[in-house]
Each structure stands twice: as C-alpha cells, then as structure tokens.
C-alpha cells in the first residue's frame, strides 16, 4: 500500500479526523477520568472507613447512572427502532433465573461465590468497555487513511489492554481471602486462589513479547508515513494505568475495594462515550421524538446528565429504606441485568446502525458539524 501523506500543518492537528470527538474531549472522557477514583473515591473508603459502604456509594452514584444511560439509549422513541427484538427481555429472564439461587445463598455458605461471580463479570464488562471503545477508533482510522488492513495490526492492541489488567489484578489477589461483610448478615470469605509470583511471571514474559512486537509495528508503521491510532492508545493505556494505580494504592487488607477504581472509571468513560454517540445518532433524526435525543441534538448537557442522577437518587432512597439483604439481592440482579444488556447492545447483530452511527458528524444546535469540532 502506498505511504499516507499526512496533511500540510503540525502533526497534531492532522490527526483531528481521528477523534470520535475533539482531541481535547477524549482526552479527558478516556484518558483524564482514570484519576478521578483516587481523587474521590479512595479518600471516601478512608474516610468513612468502611469497604463496603464506598463501594455501595460509588455503585449508587455512578453505576445507576451509568444503567440509565443504557435505557436512555434504548427506550424512547427515537432509540427504540435502532435495535432488535429481545434486545432486552433475554437479559431480564437470565438475570431473573438467578434470582432464587442468590436469595438462597443469603443463607447458605456459597453466597460468597455470587459475589465473586458478580465481581467477575463486572470486571470482563469494564475490559469489553475499554476494548469497544477502541474498537469504535476503527471506523475514523480507515475512512481517514484508507488503510484496509489497519484492523489486522490494531486488534492485538486491545488483547495487549485485556491481558495487562489480568496480569496486575492476579499478582495483586493473593494471599489469604478477603473478608468480606454485609451488615446483618453473616462474615463472608471471598473464595480467591492464592496464585503463586513465580506462575504470572512466564505469563507477563508472554506479554512483553506481544507489546514490544506491536510498539516495533506502530514504529514502522508511523515511520511509512501512517498517522498513529491516537484513539485506540489513549484508550488501552488509559485503562493499564488505572489498573496499575489501584494495584499500586489499594493495600491487600482492603482488596474488596480493588475493582472500584476500574468501575468508576468504567462508569465515567461510559457518559462521555454515550454523550458523543447520542449526538452522533440524533444527526439521523430529522425531528427527535424522545427528549434524550433532542437534548443530545441541542448539546444540552445539564439535562442530560441531570436525569440519570436523579435516578440514582431514587435508589439511594430504596436502599435506605430495605434491609441490607434484601438492597444487595436487588442490586445484584439489576447488575446482572445491567451486564447482559450491555453485553447486547453493542453487538452488530442487535444493533446494526451501530457502525454507520460512531461515522457520523457532532451536532450541535441542530447544526452539523464535523466530529472533529470543539463543539
């Protein structure tokens, strides 16, 4: 393939048509927002000291909003016709057939297996995040370059991202298990393997080999004249920072708390993702029927936002209200719910417009612009 001619003017500004956004607006939504947990959240465990009351807040503040996103996306007028069929009842009959086994395991000896299991998925969802995400730079990259076989050189970065956080989060979870207490309830051992030093060390030798094979490609690459996939590293290194930040600041003693800062993180990333694709889609509506998409089309920020929060403040007051039992039986189901939905939504074949959507251009004030503007 012949070499890309990056055009006149600095080598920054070239790279504009390469943002889902702005330079400045992805930078901060996926890169910046990976401090936010150790600017806010860690000093909230200390304060109230207390593991589980930290992570309920944090699921309570950001992960409700981040739920209603999805429904935003999904439910009003506009949204509805995007998607196909059972796009969300199949997630609400899988979460409900857990339903009776988690009740049951309130009193029996493996409830501490649903909370590991809960755990685990929320962590393959928060990898999936990042990983869609970058997978949506594609589009941008090809359409700007023409470069056809970009995919085939991009796509082990995303494994290389994946891999990463695996590889830190299992050389931290080690040790004896972590202690972990629900208020009225029982004390509860999470079941996590001791993993010996010595077998993650071949493992992360592995993974050296793949990142320095992809950094001498991205090298070679850049050196033929192809701009970088500015995009896509951001985001994988966004989410290996955030990662290695909660291994390095989160002692063992308070291990429970170590998936937090990925999903805050996660949670944060997902409004500014949903914010410039529900932009990017209220170009296809001549006239928004659902106000989610008119303020999307009108970069009505406050509203936007607004809603989602007073949902999540709706929840607060459920909580307050039930035992603690019964809101972590209920929170539990609505984040398997959460999970497979999400698992649904961003696949092609419930979503076909999903492609020609991320293409589209910013509006702003039912004017459009390019989605490279500032807007």
Not at 112 to 133: D, F, K, M, S, T
Request: aromatic share 18%; net charge positive; hydrophobic share 50%.
């Amino acid at each position: 393939m012949a070499a890309f001619a990056l055009p006149a003017g600095s080598a920054f500004k070239a790279l504009k048509p390469l943002w889902l956004h702005s330079a400045p607006y992805d930078l901060s939504w996926y890169f910046g927002t990976c401090f936010v947990p150790f600017i806010v959240f860690m000093p909230l465990t200390w304060i109230l000291g207390s593991d589980l009351d930290a992570y309920v807040i944090e699921a309570i503040l950001f992960g409700v909003t981040h739920n209603f996103l999805t429904w935003a996306l999904m439910f009003p007028g506009d949204g509805r016709h995007y998607y196909a069929s059972g796009v969300l009842v199949k997630p609400v009959i899988l979460a409900s057939v857990f339903l009776i086994p988690l009740y049951l395991w309130f009193r029996m000896p493996g409830f501490q297996w649903a909370i590991l299991v809960e755990n685990c998925l929320g962590l393959y969802h928060v990898i999936r995040q990042h990983q869609g995400i970058i997978q949506a730079y594609d589009g941008r990259y090809t359409d700007y370059t023409g470069d056809t076989g970009f995919r085939h050189y991009i796509t082990p970065w995303r494994h290389i991202m994946a891999s990463y956080i695996l590889i830190v989060l299992a050389w931290k979870l080690t040790g004896p298990p972590i202690e972990f207490h629900i208020p009225g309830c029982p004390t509860y051992y999470l079941p996590i393997p001791t993993i010996p030093i010595f077998a993650l060390v071949p493992v992360a030798l592995v993974w050296l080999l793949f990142a320095a094979h992809f950094a001498r490609l991205t090298i070679k690459r850049t050196r033929s004249g192809l701009p970088l996939p500015v995009g896509h590293l951001v985001v994988g290194l966004a989410a290996m920072l955030n990662a290695t930040m909660a291994v390095a600041l989160i002692p063992h003693t308070q291990g429970f708390l170590l998936t937090l800062p990925l999903a805050a993180f996660h949670n944060i990333q997902y409004f500014g993702f949903c914010w410039t694709h529900h932009r990017q889609r209220a170009n296809l509506e001549e006239s928004p029927a659902d106000c989610f998409t008119r303020w999307a089309k009108e970069a009505r920020w406050q509203p936007y936002f607004s809603a989602p929060f007073l949902y999540g403040a709706c929840f607060v007051g459920f909580y307050i209200a039930v035992t603690p039992a019964v809101a972590t039986l209920v929170g539990t189901w609505f984040q398997f719910v959460h999970y497979l939905t999400d698992g649904f939504i961003w696949q092609r074949r419930y979503y076909p417009a999903m492609g020609r959507v991320v293409r589209q251009p910013i509006v702003t004030n039912a004017a459009t612009t390019t989605a490279d503007s500032p807007a």
